[in-house]
């Protein structure tokens, strides 16, 4: 009976209901080999359907078949090359809704992560199309004048729903997938091209790129670390602030993905680069975020690596630190980048230890002052830091 509703009926509206109703059916039964086996019979009419209402911007048969591609997702093989036909002809269509897209783009990704396989034998044809399409992704933002001044905690550009998170996210969920082995040679020769664009948004993309294949790119990245911090390093001085944003990004994510090689490798590049951004006081977002790549490296970080760094990190925090007091109590909630360096003090403590004592005397007055005058209900969490 679904299936002749799938296949006969003229009315669209059944049609969907039932394909959500048959949908439903195999997600009771997915344990159930015969009745799986049964029921494929029924997807090709149901991606068909599904193809047929994109122009109505009508997303529920894709989400109904993202539930499918999590539970069972064997019942789709057979029908793999139509499935991905559809979704990348969606995902290529500015002219599709987001959300249709973002759909297309779960429904994918979904699947390459519960049948990868699947993906890994029959999609190759699909993955550099894929691949840069999350690519181009990336580069769909904007940027607002003062954004990178902003100290509020409302940033729409960072919705979970922007095309460029949707992007990142779906690039590190396939490399996790389906392996850097597959995927790394792929993005990296885009992301090459991509760094050495005119284009802001393009180098901003490449190295957020970097820092979201770390995970599942990690044993093809950890012999070209070098190649790859060699690269990004000069975007320390990028004249766009959110390059110079995401690559504090990249090396912090860079200082966890590869710990420890990446301590005992680069803290000669690292540390003088990251304090150097530090001193970005125009773009406080900038500092905030170099401050937070300190506490991704010193956590991973033997003492003695920085040990020769000690006075010049110490000196940097102290100089910040008395700065956003300063600019605080002038200028009210000025908070993002005075929290992120009472972080990063306090973790540059936890590895010192001992010898944090002697830096002691030249922070205390300091977080004492934030304690006592640290009243207001959006400044509470310096008081707990």
């Not at 010193?298 to 300063?326: C, G, H, M, R």
Request: proline content about 3%; hydrophobic content about 45%.
């Amino acid at each position: 009976m679904l299936l002749k509703c799938l296949i006969e009926e003229s009315n669209e509206q059944v049609k969907l209901a039932a394909l959500k109703a048959t949908i439903s059916f195999i997600l009771i039964n997915c344990e159930d080999k015969t009745i799986v086996k049964i029921m494929s019979d029924t997807i090709l009419p149901m991606l068909q359907i599904t193809n047929a209402v994109i122009e109505n911007d009508d997303d529920q048969p894709l989400l109904s078949l993202i539930e499918l591609a999590e539970k069972c997702p064997q019942i789709l093989r057979s029908n793999f090359n139509l499935l991905m036909e559809i979704c990348m002809k969606i995902i290529a269509n500015k002219d599709c809704s987001e959300s249709l897209r973002h759909s297309a783009i779960e429904l994918v990704v979904s699947f390459a992560e519960n049948a990868a396989g699947t993906f890994r034998k029959r999609g190759s044809s699909y993955l550099i199309p894929l691949v840069s399409q999350f690519l181009m992704m990336m580069t769909d933002l904007e940027y607002e004048d003062g954004w990178s001044q902003r100290e509020d905690d409302n940033d729409d550009d960072e919705d979970s729903n922007s095309d460029h998170i949707i992007g990142e996210t779906a690039l590190d969920r396939l490399a996790c997938a389906l392996g850097g082995k597959i995927v790394f040679p792929l993005a990296i020769n885009i992301i090459s091209q991509m760094l050495q664009n005119v284009d802001w948004k393009q180098r901003y993309a490449a190295l957020m790129a970097i820092s979201a294949l770390g995970e599942g790119c990690n044993k093809q990245m950890l012999p070209m670390l070098e190649q790859i911090v060699t690269a990004i390093l000069p975007f320390i001085g990028d004249s766009h602030p959110r390059v110079r944003h995401a690559v504090c990004i990249a090396m912090g994510q860079m200082a966890s993905d590869f710990a420890p090689a990446f301590q005992q490798q680069f803290h000669d590049k690292f540390i003088p680069n990251l304090l150097h951004l530090l001193d970005d006081n125009q773009n406080p977002r900038v500092q905030s975020n170099a401050a937070a790549a300190f506490v991704n490296f010193f956590e991973e970080s033997k003492q003695k690596i920085i040990l020769p760094y000690l006075n010049a990190i110490v000196d940097k925090f102290e100089q910040v630190l008395k700065l956003k007091i300063d600019e605080l109590m002038k200028n009210g909630n000025k908070k993002l980048v005075l929290e992120q360096i009472v972080i990063s003090i306090a973790s540059l403590a936890d590895l010192t230890q001992e010898l944090f004592i002697n830096y002691y005397d030249r922070f205390m007055p300091y977080l004492k002052f934030i304690i006592e005058n640290a009243n207001h209900k959006d400044l509470r969490l310096l008081r707990v830091l």
